[in-house]
Nanobody
Framework: VQLQASGGGLVQAGGSLRLSCAVSSRISSFYDMGWYRQAPGKQREWVSSITRHGTTNYADSVKGRFTISGDSAKTTVYLQMNSLKPEDTAVYFC?????????????WGQGTLVTVSS
């Protein structure tokens, strides 16, 4: 399984970006897909996730500004980011989890850099 994150870039505070995570398998084959981010000098943190049934969750820091979406019949998950703040600056990673015999399989994309200028 391969995940390819894209859509990052430089944007001014208050602006918007849409990140995409292209997956080599249908996203319905994963029980959970999510976005994480890692700012310079900080630990990676969870941003948002969506289950195979369409249930979404968000970190408090992005709630109301970010929207995760994905069509279970397709192979791309999106993160629409609005009202961006300088503190949203980070490398954003997508993650997919699949149940397997004896546990779960965990897949990560390579990350895409989002820079928000003040």
């Amino acid at each position: 399984v391969q995940l390819q994150a894209s859509g990052g870039g430089l944007v001014q505070a208050g602006g918007s970006l849409r990140l995409s995570c292209a997956v080599s398998s249908r996203i319905s084959s994963f029980y959970d897909m999510g976005w994480y981010r890692q700012a310079p000098g900080k630990q990676r943190e969870w941003v948002s996730s969506i289950t195979r049934h369409g249930t979404t969750n968000y970190a408090d820091s992005v709630k109301g500004r970010f929207t995760i979406s994905g069509d279970s019949a397709k192979t791309t998950v999106y993160l629409q980011m609005n009202s961006l703040k300088p503190e949203d600056t980070a490398v954003y990673f997508c993650r997919a989890r699949r149940l397997a015999v004896g546990g779960e399989l965990d897949f990560w994309g390579q990350g895409t850099l989002v820079t928000v200028s003040s």
